[in-house]
Nanobody
Framework: QVQLEESGGGSVQSGGSLRLSCVASGFTYSTGWFRQAPGKEREGVAC????????YVADSVKGRFTISADNAKNTVYLQMNNLEPEDTAVYSCATPCSVVDGVGALGPEAGFGSWGQGTQVTVSS
C-alpha cells in the first residue's frame, strides 16, 4: 500500500501563501487534498488525476488554491495563496480521490487507499 507524507504546513498571516507537498512512496493515479478544522467535517479541497493532470478545486478555494503534480517525483502540491483565517485546518492528502457532482472531492473508502498524517495550517488575521 502506498504511503503518503505531507509537508509544508505552518503559520502565516492573512493574505500569505503556503505550498503543501504530498510525497508518495510509489505511483499514484489520483491524489487529493482534504482539510478538517476543529468542530467541522472534513472538506475535500482538491483532487488531481495524475496521468493527464485533470484537476478539481473546491469552490471555497477556487482562484486561491492550485493543485499540481510532479509524477517523476511522486509528489502532489497544493499551492495556497491569499490565505484567510477560515483556511485554518489540518490538511491531509489521500489517494485515490474522486469527484462527485454536487458533493465535491472524496477520498478513499476505508481499506481502499491511503491517507497521510496531516499537516497543520494556521492563518492569523
Amino acid at each position: 500500500q502506498v504511503q503518503l507524507e505531507e509537508s509544508g504546513g505552518g503559520s502565516v498571516q492573512s493574505g500569505g501563501s503556503l505550498r503543501l507537498s504530498c510525497v508518495a512512496s510509489g505511483f499514484t493515479y489520483s491524489t487529493g487534498w482534504f482539510r478538517q478544522a476543529p468542530g467541522k467535517e472534513r472538506e475535500g479541497v482538491a483532487c488531481i488525476s495524475q496521468p493527464d493532470g485533470t484537476a478539481y478545486v473546491a469552490d471555497s478555494v477556487k482562484g486561491r488554491f492550485t493543485i499540481s503534480a510532479d509524477n517523476a517525483k511522486n509528489t502532489v502540491y497544493l499551492q495556497m495563496n491569499n490565505l484567510e483565517p477560515e483556511d485554518t485546518a489540518v490538511y491531509s492528502c489521500a489517494t485515490p480521490c474522486s469527484v462527485v457532482d454536487g458533493v465535491g472531492a472524496l477520498g478513499p473508502e476505508a481499506g481502499f487507499g491511503s491517507w497521510g498524517q496531516g499537516t497543520q495550517v494556521t492563518v492569523s488575521s
